[in-house]
């Protein structure tokens, strides 16, 4: 030990020269590592440069797409993860600035649905309501030919069933005595002047006197006093004006006669079918008080006029009543399938697929060549009705795609982002009740928000039965100003609505329809205004 001592003392200036040079050539190999690998980050990190990462990427709601941020995170209004904002494009496509993307999940969401523009014929089953009536053809007004006084009452009450030439009443006629003398004295100058007997004659004919009465006149040579008016037509007596003992003057009416083996059954039609119904379609139809039994007949008829009060169009068939066993007044329900025209092909899409707005008809196409599901807003020209079906005139072309279910989920979003919508086909920002702190608003001078539009939306049920009901509520809704669209459903009895919130308070479209006799969730109608209704349109449980 004390030699190890004692060489480290005699070689101590050898061994610190040796640990210098070793940290020197130690620091000078690592300070030179060092800055090589600086530099070559520095060369690799500017060789790999993207200019283009610094622009920032707008990420965005795939349900809500007026939210837009510029990094990730969740959306502030149903708490979706945001996405960005050119994954919902196509890339090398000319992107429409109306388009409306939606990422695959989203669409699945809203449950949007499509399908491809196609030809068909269009057939639509209408439902009437009706009555039977009495054929007018085969009424028959009895009056008085002459003035006299009733001696005998052969048909004594309404709804005695006569035949043709049976007879009705018999009458005392001091004038008609006086025309019988005056025929007895012509027969005299029968020969030499013929124009006195036939003079006199023909009188008595014009006072409804037979061939046959005339001619046992002139056989006896004496007048008749009293005289038989007879049934001109077999059927019923439906009105009875005198009584026996009654002074009656020339032209007074005495009976009412309608024969009922042939009735007419008068049904309604809607001004929407009226496009369907033609002369001679089948009806199928069913009579309230005579259940099991069907009917068939061709339409006759079809009322010119439209009724001012009931907006609907009488349609006549003619049914065979031999057995008398329907009677005028009857209820009737009827079931025509019709075509506009025979083995003619039309373009048809779901009702479903359209918004209507009572001034517009809008759908949405789907764009095709897009990775993600993206549709535009148009505007197109409906036709008749066919079913759960629109005619289309204009506005679609054969194998174009549109969306059939969510399309109101796809207008919102629409009217969020300012793109043409159903209320708005101009476009434009419309308020939204938020105000998140990347979203651009226009504002005023004095700061505050500014919106191109005040449209609220809201759905409620009021009581109806029928088209024609559906016409009188939403003709109620429209009535109240600021209100824009009202449409009802006879389906369900929902009223959707659009209007004005700075115009309309939402009770008094209950008021107005309730004033038109529909009860809604808030104000139910008056008993005297309901009671008023057609027939057809009492909607009320105890009715």
Not at 17 to 43: N, P, R
Not at 130 to 158: C, P
Not at 284 to 308: C, E, H, M, V
């Amino acid at each position: 030990m004390k030699t190890i001592i004692e060489n480290i003392k005699q070689n101590y200036k050898l061994i610190i020269g040796v640990l210098i040079v070793g940290i020197f050539f130690g620091w000078l190999f690592f300070h030179s590592s060092d800055q090589a690998t600086v530099a070559k980050h520095e060369i690799e990190g500017h060789e790999g440069h993207d200019h283009e990462s610094e622009d920032p990427t707008t990420w965005t709601c795939s349900m809500h797409p007026q939210i837009k941020q510029n990094k990730p995170g969740q959306c502030p209004i149903c708490a979706m993860d945001l996405i960005p904002l050119k994954s919902m494009q196509s890339d090398g496509d000319d992107i429409d600035p109306n388009e409306i993307s939606m990422t695959e999940s989203a669409a699945k969401l809203a449950d949007i649905q499509t399908m491809k523009v196609a030809k068909g014929i269009p057939i639509k089953t209408i439902h009437l309501q009706g009555k039977v009536q009495a054929d007018e053809r085969n009424v028959a007004e009895l009056t008085a030919r002459y003035g006299g006084r009733i001696e005998q009452l052969h048909v004594n009450f309404t709804g005695q069933n006569v035949v043709k030439g049976q007879k009705l009443v018999t009458i005392y006629s001091p004038e008609l005595v006086t025309a019988q003398r005056e025929l007895l004295e012509a027969i005299s100058y029968k020969e030499t002047r013929p124009s006195i007997y036939l003079a006199a004659k023909s009188k008595l004919k014009l006072w409804d006197l037979t061939d046959n009465q005339i001619k046992s006149i002139e056989e006896k040579g004496e007048p008749k006093l009293y005289f038989d008016v007879l049934s001109p037509i077999s059927g019923t007596v439906s009105m009875r004006h005198i009584a026996l003992g009654d002074y009656i003057k020339e032209g007074e009416a005495l009976f009412k006669v309608i024969d009922l083996t042939k009735v007419w059954v008068m049904f309604d039609a809607y001004e929407s079918d009226l496009p369907w119904i033609k002369l001679n379609d089948k009806v199928r139809f069913t009579i309230q008080s005579l259940p099991g039994k069907n009917f068939t007949a061709n339409i006759t008829y079809i009322d010119p006029f439209i009724d001012g009060t009931t907006r609907v169009a009488k349609v006549r068939v003619e049914l065979d009543n031999s057995s008398l066993q329907v009677k005028p007044e009857m209820f009737a329900k009827g079931i025509s399938e019709s075509k506009i025209a025979a083995n003619t092909q039309k373009i048809l899409i779901p009702k479903s697929a359209v918004l209507w707005t009572g001034k517009r008809s809008v759908v949405y196409v789907k764009v095709p060549n897009r990775e993600t599901p993206s549709f535009i807003y148009r505007e197109i020209v409906l036709g008749p009705e066919a079913g759960s079906y629109y005619v289309i005139e204009d506005g679609l072309q054969i194998g174009e795609e549109l969306a059939v279910n969510g399309v109101f989920k796809i207008d919102a979003s629409a009217q969020l982002m300012g793109l043409p919508s159903m209320m708005n086909p101009d476009g434009g920002m419309v308020s939204t009740g938020h105000n998140h702190g990347d979203k651009e608003s226009n504002q005023d001078h004095s700061g505050h928000s500014q919106t191109s539009d005040n449209l609220n939306h809201e759905m409620f049920e009021v009581g109806g039965a029928c088209e024609m009901c559906k016409a009188r509520i939403e003709d109620a809704a429209l009535s109240v100003n600021g209100v824009e669209h009202a449409e009802w459903s006879t389906d369900d009895h929902i009223l959707h609505l659009s209007f004005d919130s700075k115009k309309v308070k939402i009770t008094d479209v209950h008021k107005a329809i309730a004033k038109a006799g529909h009860d809604t969730k808030m104000v139910k109608a008056n008993d005297d205004v309901y009671n008023a209704l057609p027939g057809c349109c009492l909607y009320r449980k105890e009715n």
